[in-house]
């Protein structure tokens, strides 16, 4: 089994080209959209520094383009970033670990 060195992750903000798992914390989300962020993997792809909430431009590859995901891409700010890492195989383990309440 894959273990997960949390520890590592104190102090450290996600970097451009990071894995994350994300929690949508918006009202305003329907429930499909906010389901999708949190147990899917998304790539942070750009640095939002014009926007002082959104930081984060998040990539979902397989997300529907629609008012919710702009060209597959959708903004998060660091508190819905819930685990980030360089390695995919890292998020999916959490995702796993979350899932099965492990």
């Keep these: 089994m894959k273990h997960l060195k949390t520890y590592e992750m104190i102090e450290e903000e996600p970097q451009i080209g990071d894995w994350v798992v994300c929690k949508d ?28 909430y959104f930081h984060y431009i998040v990539y979902y590859k397989d997300s529907e383009n629609n008012r919710y995901f702009v060209g597959h891409e959708r903004k998060m700010n660091r508190k819905e970033i819930i685990y980030h890492s360089k390695n995919k195989e890292d998020c999916e383990a959490f995702l796993a670990m979350n899932r099965y309440n492990l």
């Excluded at 914390?25 to 942070?44: C, L, T």
Aim: charged share 25%; glycine share 8%.
């Design 25 to 52: 914390q918006s009202p305003a989300i329907p429930d499909k959209e906010a389901d999708f962020i949190s147990s899917n993997i998304g790539k942070i792809s750009k640095f939002n520094g014009s926007d002082t």
